[in-house]
Each structure stands twice: as C-alpha cells, then as structure tokens.
C-alpha cells in the first residue's frame, strides 16, 4: 500500500521495471532470473503493495554484499510426483524459485485435477499474490504461503519474537477474467510498510507496533532496532489476536514442515551461509474435479458482484472484494506512473550506482 505521507517521485511502469531489472543484472543475476524478479516487484508496485516491491532492493543488496543470496541460484525439483514437487531454491532470492514451483503445480493440476508444490533453501519472494494470480489466470484455485526471514512478532501472551508476517494468499478465477484475490499477512501490516515509513521518517499508526513490554508504539525502528514487535493480526489478545498467531503457525506448518526449510524457531535460522532458507507452498487446484468450470466461474463473479451490491456505510467508499483496490491501483498508476518515495528513491539510486547499473528514473 502506497504511503499518503510521503513524498514521491512517479515513473512510467515500463521505466520502473526496467530499473530493477538493471539493478538485478548488474548484481549478475542471469538475465531471465532478472527478467522474472523484475517482473514480480514491479507487479507489487504497480498494484499499490510497495511493501513488497523496489522497496525489498536495499534489503536484498545486504543479502548479497553478506554472502547470504546467491544471485546465480536456479531453481531445481529433488522429489516428485504427479500431483506434487519438492523444489530448492538454491540460495537466491524467492521469486524465481516461487514463480517456478507454482508453475510446476499448474502443469500437474492440468493433468491431476490438484497439486501442491513445496520450496526449501528459498529467500523472500515479494507478492504472494502474484502466484495466486498466476493459478487463477490458468482457470486454477490457487493458495500460496510462505515463511518469514525476519523473526519480528510475539505468540499471543507471549514476550519473545517466535513468528514473522507469515502471509498466506488465495485466488480464485472469475467467468469476467476478474479473479478474486486476497493476499494477506498474518500480522496487523506487512513488515515492508514498517520499513516505508522508516524510510520517509514517519510515524506508524497506532497498533502496528508493540515495544517490548507490550506497549503501543508509533516507532517504525521499535521492531527492528528496539526489541518490539509487530502485532498479530487481531493487534491484542482482547481484538483476537490468537487467530492471526493461528493463522501464522499454519503457514509455517506448510511452508517449513512440508518442505524440510529451517524452522523459524530454529536457532540455526539466521545464521545459514547462504540465503535464508525460507520455505514456500503453493496449491493448485482444478474446479472441474467438481463441476463445470465456466459454471464455477460464473458462481466466483456473481458472489463477488453480489458483495459489492451491499449497501455502504458510507457511499463514497462502495463496498469491494479482495483484489478490487489493488487493480485500480494498476489502473491509475499505468496512466499515472508508479510513485516512489524520495527517501526510498535515494537509497535505490546509491544501490544502483554502486553496482554500475544504469539509472533510469530521472
């Protein structure tokens, strides 16, 4: 979600992706891995999730200069199955392998009905969405989740960081070729909109944060420096902030139990030579198991059309559907550009000419 407080700089799509794309090469990513990458974060920017976008570079670049990414990783299947795939990451960045598991889980639902694909040895991979989108866009369910690299939120009642953002994704197709697509952390916001605000230096909005002794916090550098925490979804154990916990122990179930990743709870978990062995899982499932597909997909664009028919609360904010507000984001930020901020913009354009990579955004 973009910052309204910050000031920003916007850029045409195209610009903005070729940018990352240029950074991602000059740190000798192959140029299909770069290809790809790019094309997630900017997928993340263009929809209004800047959490998850060019805002992840400066974090990546440390990954890199630590020796704890390899930028060359491809992708590889050690275990699997007609309707299942063990992948490893192989050190790199998440996108690739990401982008490759739930491909491999689309191939086998088209043939199976259902797949589930799992990845190890894996790093941060941007939107969940973006893979979810992928299935539906086969015609497909899809559900993706993954594990955190940052250890930031406590278990309800609890005073020590166990979990991270944990987010999980769902979506499904449309006989409009509108999917319904939720992605969602399990924490109040995800960790990246944090980080924007310490970016610009503002402050966060009361219930993200918690400091150590489980007080609010408006600091966006309590987590990360101060020994705070992010709040679980639900921001309290009085506003059920045991289902986002619940909620972020799933996740971790599958990504890490099924595919062999470090716990999170490991202690080994950050200390990996290389990348952050995070696991991911994705499903892919065929709605013709059950009944015609086109008959499914009128059923997802009726039931998503009969929820934005419900009467507002106030009519200048219509009700909305999961993946509504972030494809007028994509609508209005093709034709405006996509907005960066400046304190941002200045660490990407250091990043940029540290690693002799062109700089497009002027």
């Known amino acids: 979600m973009a ?21 991602l090469r000059a740190w000798d990513m192959p140029e299909d891995n770069a290809r790809i990458t790019a094309e997630i974060l900017s997928w993340a920017d263009l929809h209004g999730i800047d959490s998850h976008g060019m805002s992840m570079l400066p974090g990546y670049d440390r990954y890199r200069r630590n020796g704890r990414a390899n930028m060359q990783a491809r992708p590889s299947i050690v275990r699997e199955t007609p309707v299942s795939a063990l992948v490893d990451g192989n050190g790199g960045l998440g996108h690739v392998p990401a982008e490759f598991a739930m491909r491999t889980a689309i191939a086998k639902a088209q043939t199976s009905g259902m797949a589930i694909a799992a990845v190890r040895n894996s790093a941060h991979f941007g939107a969940c969405g973006f893979y979810t989108k992928m299935a539906a866009d086969a015609g497909l369910i899809g559900i993706a989740c993954t594990s955190a690299s940052g250890i930031q939120v406590a ?5 020590q960081a166990r979990l991270g953002t944990d987010p999980w994704s769902f979506a499904a197709p449309g006989a ?18 944090i980080r924007n605000k310490a970016n610009e230096k503002l ?48 996740v971790n179930i599958l990504s890490c139990c099924l595919s062999g990743a470090t716990l999170i709870t490991d202690p080994m978990h950050t200390k990996k030579p290389q990348g952050m062995d995070i696991g991911h899982c994705f499903f892919a499932i065929d709605p013709g198991l059950f009944r015609e597909p086109e008959e499914f997909k009128a059923d997802v664009t009726r039931f998503c059309a009969d929820l934005r028919a419900t009467t507002p609360i106030d009519p200048a904010r219509p009700v909305m559907v999961a993946g509504d507000p972030e494809r007028a984001n994509a609508a209005r930020r093709m034709q405006e550009g996509v907005p960066v901020g400046l304190g941002l913009l200045s660490q990407v354009r250091q990043i940029a000419q540290a690693a002799a990579a062109p700089w497009l955004l002027d």
Not at 176 to 193: E, H, I, S, W
Not at 239 to 247: A, D, F, Q, T, V
């Open 3 to 23: 910052d309204p407080g910050a000031q920003t700089a916007a850029h045409p799509y195209e610009t903005h992706r070729a940018q990352i794309e240029a950074i």
């Open 155 to 159: 278990p309800t009642f609890g005073k």
């Open 176 to 193: 409009d070729g509108v999917p319904f697509l939720l992605d969602m952390a399990t924490t109040t916001v995800a960790a990246g909109r």
């Open 203 to 250: 402050p966060t909005p009361p219930g993200w944060l918690v400091t150590k002794e489980g007080l609010p916090s408006t600091d966006p550098l309590e987590a990360a420096e101060k020994g705070g925490f992010l709040t679980s979804l639900g921001g309290s154990p009085d506003g059920s902030s045991y289902k986002g916990y619940g909620l972020a122990a799933m």
